[in-house]
């Protein structure tokens, strides 16, 4: 008997170890990455992540959610709904500022253009002296704006800004005659210009993107790993961007990011990069601006605001 009951604990025990070997090699199911986009070209190498399974492909789940304004996706990102944001230094600068731990990872290329109106007259940057640009204050869009002018050895003073928030209603007073011009992103600038606008400069021309992607302090310390996968799959789907013609796409494109349908036959899209860090010049640069118009009280150096272990090449 005692014989028995002590074969019967080793079996007992056996399958005890067993189950507990089985439950260690069941693979802890992936963290889902949230990343906030808005309806802007931005985006579209995530888009195309998605839609052709590249996420999958590199072991990490992504939900992509789609914003309608700036406001909505940082309330979002806050309130800890999203991990990461298709976004600008100017933003991540701000976000700092108000104490949220957000970090570049990458920048991105999207192209913002300085346009004037169909029946303005206006020839060039030097001709907007004196002039009313529609524009968002205290944004890229602004300090692009900014920049422009001081290449063409323009002052901020030598022009009229005049605040408009809304996009579509930036386009609208722009081809209406009510402002003589405005700075858009693509692909609104794109539509401006098959409907008369010239475009006088851009920060595709200035070399001087100050775009960027980037991911909260808390999401880079607990997914990592997750995160590095991301970008692999961002990479994946810039290179389907470089080798695949426009139209094969664009129908999904326009309709996954709510564009205005006729915008399909002047859609332009940037020549995206494999992902890379932020220019470090570029970073000091908008600091130093957002410092001399006083949005910010803080200094920023790059290693404030750039996480530089994401891309790391094995």
């Known amino acids: 008997m005692k014989k028995l009951l002590t074969i019967f604990m080793i079996i007992i025990s056996s399958l005890a170890w067993a189950g507990c070997s089985q439950k260690e090699d069941v693979a802890t199911p992936p963290e889902t990455i ?11 190498p995530f888009i195309i992540a998605e839609k052709n399974g590249y996420f999958a492909r590199e072991g990490v789940k992504v939900n992509i959610e789609h914003f309608k304004s700036a406001q909505d996706r940082d309330s979002a990102l806050q309130s800890g709904k999203l991990d990461g944001v298709i976004t600008d230094i100017v933003a991540v600068v701000f976000a700092n500022e108000g104490g949220f731990d957000l970090r570049m990872i990458a920048k991105n290329d999207g192209n913002i253009e300085l346009l004037a109106g169909p029946e303005s007259g206006i020839k060039s940057v030097e001709e907007i002296k004196g002039k009313d640009i529609g524009l968002s204050t205290n944004t890229i869009m602004e300090y692009s704006l900014d920049k422009m002018l001081a290449d063409a050895q323009l002052a901020p003073a030598d022009i009229n800004k005049v605040a408009v928030p809304q996009l579509p209603t930036r386009l609208e007073m722009l081809q209406g005659g009510k402002i003589d011009a405005a700075i858009l992103p693509e692909p609104l600038a794109g539509l401006a210009v098959k409907n008369g606008a010239l475009v006088l400069n851009s920060t595709d021309r200035m070399a001087h993107k100050a775009g960027a992607i980037a991911f909260t302090g ?26 695949e013609p426009v139209a094969g796409y664009a129908d999904f494109i326009i309709e996954t990011q709510g564009f205005p349908p006729d915008i399909k036959d002047s859609l332009q899209l940037p020549q995206y990069s494999q992902a890379e860090l932020p220019d470090e010049k570029i970073v000091a640069q908008v600091v ?21 272990t994401v891309l790391i090449r094995k």
């Open 34 to 44: 949230n990343i906030g986009v808005m309806p802007d070209v931005e985006s579209i």
């Open 218 to 243: 808390k999401s880079l310390k607990e997914n990592a790993e997750a995160i590095k996968a991301v970008f692999r799959a961002y990479n994946e789907g810039v290179a389907y961007l470089a080798r």
């Open 288 to 308: 130093q601006w957002m410092q001399a118009k006083k949005l910010i009280k803080g200094s920023y150096e790059y290693k404030d605001l750039v996480d530089q």
